[in-house]
């Protein structure tokens, strides 16, 4: 979805090297959401923000951190990368809607390899 | 914390072939989503279920909600080259309606 964008598309790194991912949305939601993406293991939540002071995290938070800039911009960053952290990242945003609906749009994802 | 589990894992089919994937959660959901993400892609939204026992149609996708919402299923008829992908299910609970995601059942179709 062209509202949701992530950058860099593609990074290869070193292990023990910062890296940062950066999402961007012009949906206006104020909730966002960091996945990665393993083969077989699906989309596992890495850390979620309702809104700009909140920020909460998700199953597999250990070695990462995030930073909700504006509504607008929610930042992942792994401050020491290692090898098992090579993955398929996705940033998503929702809304929630009447009756608890919610439809979470994701952006095209960031393809991480740490060597 | 909640999880949620698909079945097959993988599942190859001919063309013209039907193609069911099963989404079980350990708890009660609220409501279902299903996604579908193309080769190379991102999950894109295909529908979503409130009520239990719930059954949803779109064209030759047919969805349920299992009436105790803890489960769900995506059953393709005459699956086409199209259908390929992976399909996620994610359901919706617990205080702050957070989703969680299935493990994703991946399509292929062999024409």
């Known amino acids: 979805d062209a509202d949701v964008t992530q950058t860099p598309r593609n990074r290869i790194t070193k292990t023990g090297k910062r890296i940062m991912l950066e999402c961007s949305q012009t949906?206006?939601?104020?909730?966002m959401y960091w996945y990665r993406q393993d083969p077989g293991l699906g989309l596992r939540l890495i850390y979620y923000s309702f809104d700009v002071k909140d920020i909460n995290k998700g199953e597999i938070s250990d070695g990462y951190s995030v930073s909700r800039q504006a509504q607008a911009k929610f930042s992942l960053s792994l401050e020491s990368a290692i090898p098992n952290q090579t993955a398929l990242y996705f940033c998503?945003?929702?809304?929630?809607?009447?009756?608890?609906?919610?439809?979470?749009?994701f952006g095209p994802g960031t393809r991480l390899l740490v060597l | 914390g909640q999880q949620v589990m698909q079945i097959p894992q993988y599942q190859h089919v001919q063309e013209g072939e039907d193609f069911t994937t099963y989404c079980n959660s350990s708890t009660t959901l609220s409501n279902i989503q299903w996604y579908k993400q193309r080769p190379g892609g991102h999950p894109v939204f295909l529908i979503q279920l409130v009520k239990s026992g719930e059954v949803k149609k779109q064209k030759r996708l047919t969805f349920q909600f299992g009436e105790a919402k803890k489960n769900s299923s995506l059953h393709i008829t005459a699956t086409q080259t199209t259908d390929v992908g992976t399909y996620f299910c994610a359901g919706l609970s617990g205080g702050y309606q957070k989703v969680t995601f299935g493990t994703g059942t991946k399509l292929q179709v062999i024409p």
């Open positions: 949906k206006g939601h104020d909730r």
């Open positions: 998503a945003t929702s809304e929630l809607g009447l009756a608890g609906v919610e439809t979470q749009y």
